[in-house]
């Protein structure tokens, strides 16, 4: 199980395209040590009630780092209450229990770095590229660029072994395949990039972006038959689930019985998209207090059992965000039924070069 934990909503940069760029000046809320506490004893609790052997708590925000104290009592408590179910009998002594951060990177330091390796966390950094290419949309509250504050850190991150995560707005269309290089010449073995969609992408832009996934297709396969450890999600989850034809929602998607996420007041949600802590927002699973909605979860569940009826037919349903998971879904389009055109297209076209990569 994975344990997505929203330990507070604010954060100190103002990135173009943060999911909660409308509201982030206001967001104030953090999540409290009974609700943390809280959090970590349901989680834990579905994790043995789906008898699955491996929990997984990620710190969220907002910026998690903004409440690293939270971070610290989180992982004491997790690794106190695993230690008494292991002690009644409740789990066995194979049980794995994982941390992880998804973090903007500009409030580390040695400290916190000396504790992520101590307890072995995997560290998720936004980091979009070089500088010019990065400080386009990571921007600090008072608008300037935030490379600089990530910069002296990047070492570090790639000895922990972080994985990069890279955000294309069509303003860094044309600086992708040079960024994503670059990041992996800086030594992360891992990394992924991921579109905004906001509604505003042209046909044209989608050509641009064409000509970069190529380049960056290719530079993929090249460093992989070179031998080289390089896992660039965007092409090599295409790829896998052709030759493993599998499909998303068995490879990689976790909703439902692999995923909670939970919100500054509790509030459960199905997957980190959908995390919030406003009022009247739909996808609320239940509270951490209240228990689980198993009405609102069974939306999920039959969410996860059909196919979407504008779909019928596309032979790459299966391999398709725009029909595989909820959270592209709910943010593009506000619904997990929905089917955003500009997802659409762009898993076609990234569908074409994943399958031209593989036959060549
Ligand atoms: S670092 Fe993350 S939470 Fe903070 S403004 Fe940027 S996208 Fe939003
Ligand atoms: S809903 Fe989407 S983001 Fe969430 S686990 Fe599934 S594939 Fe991943
Ligand atoms: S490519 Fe379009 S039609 Fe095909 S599954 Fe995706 S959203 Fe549906």
Known sequence: MNLVLCLTEQCNLRCTYCYYKETQAERKTV????????????GLERTILFKQHFFNITFFGGEPLVRREAI????????????????NGRIDNTFILQFAVNTNGTLFDDEFFDFCEKEHFRIYLSLDGPEHHHNLARRTVSGTGSFKAIEKHIPRFVKLGAVALSTITRLHIDTIFESVKWLHEQGFQSLTTSVDFDGKWSGEEFDRLALQYQKMAQYWKECREKGEKFFLGTIHDKVKLVLLNSRYRNYSCHVYNGAIGVATNGNIFPCTRFITSQKDTPYVQGNVFTGFDEKA???????????????EGCDIRYRCCAHECACTS??????????????????RM???????LIRS
């Open 297 to 311: 979860c069974e939306k999920i569940h039959t969410f996860l059992d059909n196919d979407k009826q504008e779909c």
């Open 31 to 42: 999540m409290d040590d009974e609700t943390l506490e809280q959090a970590i004893r349901i």
């Open 330 to 347: 709910f943010y593009t389009t506000g619904s997990i039924e929905g089917v955003s055109p500009e997802v659409c297209t762009h898993e």
């Open 72 to 87: 610290y009592k989180g992982v004491e408590f997790a690794k106190a209450i695993v230690a008494d179910a292991m002690d």
């Open 350 to 356: 990234l569908a074409e070069i994943c399958d031209n």
